[in-house]
């Protein structure tokens, strides 16, 4: 009972770092928790684990740890899918189209292969917050955002009714996250187009873009491309909090003068793997309708 009892007052407190917008505590909080675990204490309660993934995703999001954030939210969707009477008979089901609009965010500026599940719920169920994602407005982004951001609470009272009242905890996240998604807006476009060359001039680069720019902010693009990618990740035997210091994208490349040379690192995806999954999937529905038709 003891141990229970200490893991959700972990995951309560896990919540009230991250609305208070303290992400660095909120993730430190939950140390002794085996996030990326497939089996642990929280997962036996689903309130709790669905709760636990989600604050926990928000918080490596916020912190700019994109690709641990996918794997968090896509963890649990996928937990969640192999429960779907759950996610009817449950308020929860709120949560998880919270979940999807953030990781429809998500993958449009950190792309990165996920479940299959995962990416047909979005472009079936959720294909608005995946257009929205996609959209070039960052309007569209911020709705999204509003719609999947926890109830933040300021941490400071007001004790004196004259004092001038502080600026609400949600305009300060908003204002934080609008501005980094601003500085992510272009990387998508030069994204597509550096996949398509292995060597690419400058000049021509610069003539493809959506919206035309000089060379000199071209190459600022291309040099917040790679900080941007440089990212935070989680490894086998580390703790939430922790990580390494690797590139989130496959695709690298370096300027040698005016020339772009590109480098693609993408690996080669094995479909006997799906080939697998979809037969034993197809052999569950087969089951599934011979046992109703007895």
């Given at each position: 009972?003891?141990?229970?009892?200490?893991?959700?007052?972990?995951?309560?407190?896990?919540?009230?770092?991250?609305?208070?917008?303290?992400?660095?505590?909120?993730?430190?909080?939950?140390?002794?928790?085996?996030?990326?675990?497939k089996k642990n204490r929280a997962a036996k309660v689903t309130a709790a684990h669905v709760t636990l993934y989600y604050y926990a995703g928000f918080s490596y999001m916020m912190a700019r740890r994109?690709?641990?954030?996918?794997?968090?939210?896509?963890?649990?969707?996928?937990?969640?899918?192999?429960?779907?009477?759950?996610?009817?008979?449950?308020?929860?089901?709120?949560?998880?189209?919270?979940?999807?609009?953030?990781?429809?965010?998500?993958?449009?500026?950190?792309?990165?292969?996920?479940?299959?599940?995962?990416?047909?719920?979005?472009?079936?169920?959720?294909?608005?917050?995946?257009?929205?994602?996609?959209?070039?407005?960052?309007?569209?982004?911020?709705s999204s955002f509003l719609y999947g951001c926890p109830r933040f609470v300021s941490p400071s009272l007001q004790v004196d009714e004259f004092e001038q009242p502080s600026t609400p905890p949600l305009f300060l996240?908003?204002?934080?996250?609008?501005?980094?998604?601003?500085?992510?807006?272009?990387?998508?476009?030069?994204?597509?187009?550096?996949?398509?060359?292995?060597?690419?001039?400058?000049?021509?680069?610069?003539?493809?873009?959506?919206?035309?720019?000089?060379?000199?902010?071209?190459?600022?693009?291309?040099?917040?491309?790679?900080?941007?990618?440089?990212?935070?990740?989680?490894?086998?035997?580390?703790?939430?909090?922790?990580?390494?210091?690797?590139?989130?994208?496959?695709?690298?490349?370096?300027?040698?003068?005016?020339?772009?040379?590109?480098?693609?690192?993408?690996?080669?995806?094995?479909?006997?793997?799906?080939?697998?999954?979809?037969?034993?999937?197809?052999?569950?529905?087969?089951?599934?309708?011979?046992?109703?038709?007895?």
């Amino acid at each position: 009972f003891y141990q229970y009892l200490g893991y959700f007052s972990l995951i309560l407190l896990c919540k009230f770092h991250c609305v208070t917008g303290d992400y660095y505590m909120a993730l430190k909080t939950i140390d002794p928790i085996e996030l990326h675990k497939k089996k642990n204490r929280a997962a036996k309660v689903t309130a709790a684990h669905v709760t636990l993934y989600y604050y926990a995703g928000f918080s490596y999001m916020m912190a700019r740890r994109y690709h641990d954030a996918i794997k968090t939210f896509t963890s649990v969707l996928l937990y969640l899918n192999r429960m779907k009477t759950y996610a009817r008979q449950t308020p929860k089901e709120k949560k998880t189209d919270k979940m999807f609009g953030l990781l429809a965010i998500l993958l449009h500026y950190c792309p990165k292969r996920i479940d299959e599940s995962i990416i047909t719920s979005l472009r079936q169920e959720h294909s608005k917050k995946l257009l929205s994602a996609s959209s070039r407005e960052i309007e569209e982004t911020e709705s999204s955002f509003l719609y999947g951001c926890p109830r933040f609470v300021s941490p400071s009272l007001q004790v004196d009714e004259f004092e001038q009242p502080s600026t609400p905890p949600l305009f300060l996240q908003k204002k934080n996250f609008v501005k980094e998604m601003t500085q992510q807006a272009p990387l998508p476009n030069v994204r597509s187009y550096l996949k398509l060359y292995t060597t690419i001039d400058l000049a021509k680069l610069a003539s493809l873009m959506e919206k035309k720019h000089d060379i000199p902010t071209l190459r600022s693009y291309l040099l917040r491309f790679v900080y941007k990618n440089y990212q935070l990740q989680w490894s086998n035997g580390l703790k939430p909090i922790e990580g390494n210091w690797i590139s989130s994208t496959p695709l690298d490349f370096y300027i040698d003068g005016d020339m772009v040379h590109v480098i693609d690192n993408t690996e080669t995806r094995r479909f006997a793997e799906t080939f697998l999954r979809n037969c034993n999937k197809l052999d569950e529905i087969i089951h599934e309708l011979e046992s109703n038709t007895k």
